[in-house]
């Protein structure tokens, strides 16, 4: 596709229930950012892989999280036992630049609503 | 640890008036500075960035933002506002690690009146 794909758009789950939200990179870009967006506030950073394997997870709240790779395209960002507290906006990007100059094409976001 | 500030957030403009989202930041190293526009129901899309060459950087759509390291500031602006520049503005800062790794201010979503 043109632009960073994510799906679902809109998910609602009951907490203490397993979900994965999917992200479908630009075709080319090695680079591949997850961050999370709350009401209110600026998108906040969870993972960043390069390639296959995940550089920086630093931003991963708690071991519920996890977040995967495993062809260097497409990512899956995967939240265990979901908490009211997980709700939000979850935002993927990918870029060419392997680091530096390179420009971060955001996808439209996956909505996430834990009741 | 690097962070940004934007002050405001929400600001109302007229069309065609001058628009003014300000953006402080908050570095110990020279930092990299980015402002990023959300249209409603699309994805965050870059209009500028600072990487240490030119303090007055131009932009997309006729924004521009100047590097001011005696003030940390980073204020966006555009001479005569349009209907279609209303949406939500973030300013951000890299980490020390590089540009993968961006603070995002909270946003400042901006209203443009006929």
């Known amino acids: 596709g043109a632009g960073v794909s994510q799906t679902p758009s809109n998910k609602v789950t009951e907490k203490g229930k397993y979900v994965e939200l999917r992200c479908d990179p630009i075709s080319g870009h090695t680079a591949l950012y997850w961050y999370r967006q709350s009401l209110g506030q600026g998108p906040e950073f969870l993972i960043y892989f390069q390639g296959t394997g995940a550089a920086d997870d630093s931003g991963l709240p708690n071991d519920r999280f996890f977040a995967v790779r495993p062809e260097g395209s497409v990512s899956t960002l995967k939240i265990q036992r979901t908490e009211r507290g997980d709700s939000a906006v979850y935002l993927c990007?990918?870029?060419?630049?392997?680091?530096?100059?390179?420009?971060?094409?955001f996808g439209e976001g996956s909505r996430l609503t834990v009741l | 640890a690097q962070s940004v500030t934007q002050l405001g957030s929400h600001v109302s403009v007229s069309e065609g008036a001058l628009v003014l989202l300000r953006c402080n930041y908050s570095s110990s190293v020279p930092p990299y500075l980015f402002w990023y526009v959300q249209y409603p129901n699309q994805g965050l899309q870059l209009l500028l960035k600072?990487?240490?060459?030119?303090?007055l950087v131009k932009g997309i759509n006729g924004f521009e933002a100047e590097f001011k390291k005696s003030e940390t500031s980073f204020h966006l602006t555009k001479p005569s506002a349009h209907m279609s520049d209303a949406a939500e503005y973030f300013c951000a800062v890299s980490d020390d690690t590089g540009f993968q790794k961006l603070v995002f201010g909270t946003g400042t979503r901006l209203l443009v009146s006929p």
């Open positions: 600072y990487t240490s060459a030119a303090t």
């Open positions: 990007a990918s870029s060419l630049a392997r680091r530096g100059t390179g420009e971060l094409f």
